[in-house]
């Protein structure tokens, strides 16, 4: 199964760019992760079984290029994360320390909280995308969960 | 307001990216190629003729022995696996063991990284072009079996354009000269990019 790119810029470019922001911390990086993401797709000769298949496959390609960008020697000069916020606009000043604090969560446990709580993945999804054992996920998660509670106190349920 | 929610809520603040268009991405798509060729040919040149005389007893590697064209001749050389990830080519010039240094890495389907092989690095060497200034002062392009001399091919930019066909397939030259015995050069196969050089000659291994 193939869907068009333009469709599938609709559907899934937001989440690409959340889940490349929440591991390079910087929107023009995840701008071009985003960008090269959607160039390996439209290149891949591979077949999907469905839009879910499609869906979790650009996720797996937008974190390993993210990761990518973060290892790389040769960064651009990026903005820090405290002045990019300065540029968002949040609904509540819980939703901004919210945001602030899983941005100060090490990469490893960010990018599994994010998959979690803003795509709706399960543990075995997680592992699948991130290549990582169920248990892993689980240990990752909870530890990440431990983090936020830490910081975030009565804002955050660990639910 | 669950865990979720909140989450959901917070994300919500960053903006959406760009929007692509397909005819957009077509674009891209040939520029993503062309950058990805030219990356692996930079990586190529910028590690070749880094390393010493070495020799094979002194590393502590997997060796494979494997056969490619260096300097237009078949030559026998010995590949040693090396801590960045790499390998050691150490090779017989006749007058004494060479060795020098060569790594890559090519990007999967999932964009991970993974190292090139002994082999694969091989097949990339074999498909580049070297450019070698000889003890009387000739120079010379090496591309498979096919050897031809350039010294006097120069324009007055100090700029060579050279089309080598191997096996009906052409790579496209453009030599520079540097300074005092140094040369750097660039490979496409793209007509198109070649086009925009002025003194070509055409060599083929017919």
């Given at each position: 199964m193939r869907l068009s790119v333009q469709k599938l810029a609709e559907s899934c470019q937001s989440s690409l760019f959340a889940a490349a922001f929440s591991i390079c911390q910087n929107a023009q990086d995840a701008e071009d992760v985003v960008q090269d993401t959607f160039v390996q797709y439209y290149t891949t000769k591979k077949e999907f079984e469905d839009e879910q298949h499609i869906r979790a496959w650009l996720i797996r390609v937008a974190v390993n290029k993210a990761k990518n960008v973060t290892r790389?020697?040769?960064?651009?000069n990026r903005i820090s994360i405290e002045d990019y916020m300065e540029t968002l606009v949040f609904e509540t000043p819980e939703a901004e320390n919210l945001f602030e604090t899983v941005m100060q969560l090490p990469e490893k446990y960010r990018i599994v909280i994010h998959l979690y709580y803003y795509e709706d993945y399960t543990v075995g999804e997680i592992a699948g995308i991130l290549k990582l054992s169920e248990s892993n996920v689980k240990i990752r998660l909870s530890r990440g969960r431990a983090m936020l509670k830490e910081v975030l106190k009565e804002e955050w349920n660990n639910d | 307001m669950t865990d979720r929610e909140r989450y959901k809520q917070a994300f919500s603040a960053l903006p959406s990216s760009r929007h692509l268009e397909v005819e957009e991405m077509e674009q891209i798509y040939r520029t993503h190629r062309k950058k990805l060729a030219t990356a692996a040919a930079i990586a190529c040149a910028a590690v070749i003729g880094a390393g010493g005389t070495a020799y094979a007893a002194d590393l502590g590697g997997i060796q494979t022995r494997l056969s490619i064209w260096l300097f237009g001749e078949q030559t026998e050389i010995t590949a040693t696996e090396n801590e960045d990830g790499g390998y050691t080519f150490i090779y017989d010039r006749g007058d004494g063991t060479e060795s020098f240094g060569f790594g890559g890495v090519s990007i999967d389907e999932d964009g991970g990284l993974t190292s090139l092989s002994a082999d694969e690095l091989a097949a990339h060497i074999n498909a580049s072009a070297s450019v070698e200034k000889d003890e009387n002062g000739s120079v010379w392009v090496y591309y498979y079996d096919q050897k031809t001399e350039i010294t006097d091919l120069f324009d007055e930019n100090g700029v060579c354009s050279i089309t080598m066909t191997h096996e009906g397939e052409s790579i496209y030259l453009t030599i520079t000269q540097d300074g005092e015995g140094s040369y750097s050069y660039t490979q496409t196969n793209d007509p198109q990019e070649a086009a925009m050089t002025t003194t070509t000659i055409i060599t083929d291994d017919d």
């Open positions: 790389t020697f040769w960064r651009r | -």
